[in-house]
């Protein structure tokens, strides 16, 4: 780590306006993605797997399931840090 | 150029004893050099059916037997070496240069093992060489999470040999082919391999060690020791319906912990469990094209996480912690090191063009062919998952999230050097899948990139990240917070020993108050006697050593005129 830089440099991501263009992108790509399962055909081997938007909506809900599993699970298991360092 | 039937494992053997005496560029040289030779040797002139037979007394070890499914690893445990090499190039440490090279030998050794005598010799190997690139970190920390890793990975290496002792009792034979799931044997080598391969429940070796090792020895232990176990398990256990079930929960459980573990390198070992589940899927349904996505995952799996691994290894090595409660923003002074962490989480996460799409596909294509519809939902709902925790959270709490004010140098250039092959390597498997396709061992037609295949793949991944922007915008996402999370290693680092200190302290205690209560009873049987008519003999105050040596002169005395008498008589 050097702490000898003169000036602060202005980054990338410094800006907000260029992270909210990110996360615009992001909807806007969504927004395509979503309706070009309209335009194209797929292939399914299964019937539910043909279901409109089934990819999009089933990304969506599993990892919005993992994060409050997940933030369900820290309760039960989360220790101090230094857990297993005390009388190891 | 060589022999064709020199074992694979040998150049590295040399090249450790080279490095030993060697120092500076020589050294570097050797390193460098042994993977390319070994691995011209193998892609030259090893072809498919060569054996090499080495016998010892009355048994014939088989060292060398390359068909396309051992070759395949060779080659990329060839290359794995050798980008690792470079990575670890700036390491003055003779301890990690040597064990690094006898590892690599050794992981060699198993995958080409012809038989099972063989392949634990190389197995207890790679145990013991690769406890080193976790001990070389020198902290307390290290030096106990190796001790517990050497003790599992040993622990299954005896399991192993037991199998392997019992199986040569009921067939006469102890060749390593179709193993099954038949009688004692059969279970013994799956759980040997089982434990290598991280299956629910013996997986916390691997993430409680992966993370302790050096920034460079963990590149090596991730990639090895778990796809040997895969390949072993690939060529014993093949079409074992069990292990379609056990890879489902290797791809699930591991997500949970990924999202509220704090070090980054912990992440990514939970990560490899869950991207060893679909190898294991694979292996379960045992058909060509499963076989053949197993195969081919694991291919390119080694590489993504080797170079995850190899970017948090150099975020280590830089920012010296690797927590990402204390992280963030680095991409302002290693912005080379972010872009080639996002190639490997882009690989880790299937998206097309990248590494893992081209080889995942392939397993979850056979799942559904072969009818296991829920299953196949639990894998998508894990793909969706390993995208969530290695794709975006590690790459984004390590180099993005908030700033926390780390200001470093970008990672060293042969750190770069590394990292860039492998990140070459992903996207060219990932454009270019034929290639290695053609290398897999069973003839099948696969082609990964249609229509729906690519769009499908997208929507899953792109609204996965839609859900982590909306989830960290609510405030929901769990907040990066140095923690540790208990899992089945608390069974053996706290249950065990805090039973056994405690029933010791109770046998203990316990001993001392029976001592208390016989010493108290002895002393009062010794007062009342004293207090009798007996008291007054001199005998009974004490018993020095001379009365004793005295009464026993007196009795041996007897003896000895009791034994005259008798003798005497006619």
Redesign the interface.
Known sequence: MNGTEPKPRQHLFDNPRNVSLVIRGLYGVCILLFLLDFILHRHVAREWEGITGFYALFGFIACVTIVLTAGQLRKIVKRKEDYYDVDE | MWMSDLPAFVPFFIAALLALITRGRVRNLIVLATPVLGGLHLWLDVTPGIVAVVPIMEYELILMRADRLSLLFGYLFHITAFFAAIFALHVRDTTQTVSGLLYTGSTLGAVFAGDLITLFIFWELMAISSVFLIWARQSE?AI?SGMRYLIIQVTSGVLLFAGAMVQYYHTGSLAFEFIGLEGISGWLIFLAFGIKCAFPLLHNWLTDAYPEATPTGAVFLSAFTTKVAVYALARGFPGTELLIYIGAVMTCFP???A??ENDLRRVLAYSLINQLGFMVCGIGIGTALALNGTVAHAFSHVIYKALLFMSMGAVLYR?GTIKSSDLGGL??SMPKTALLCIIGALSISAFPLFSGFVSKSMIMAAM??EGY?YLWLVL??AS??VF?HAGIKVPYFAF?AR?SG????EAPLNMLIGMSIAAVLCIFIGTQPHYLYALLPWEVEYWPYD??HV?????????????????NKLG???REI??????SDWLY??FL??TA?SAYSFMKKTGNRAEDAFDSTLQDAAKSMIRTRLGRFNLAASWPTGSMVFWIAVILGIFLLADATHSIRP
Request: charge should be positive; glycine fraction near 2%; aromatic fraction near 16%.
């Open positions: 920390r106990r997500i949970f912990y999202v509220i920012a991409y302002k559904i062919e519809d998508l709902f969706a998952g969530h993005f700033d780390i200001r470093t140098k229509t729906t769009l499908t793949q997208l929507q899953l991944l792109i609204f996965a990240a839609l859900a982590f922007v909306w989830l929901i996402y769990p140095p923690a540790v999370n208990l899992d680092r706290k020993p805090d200190r």
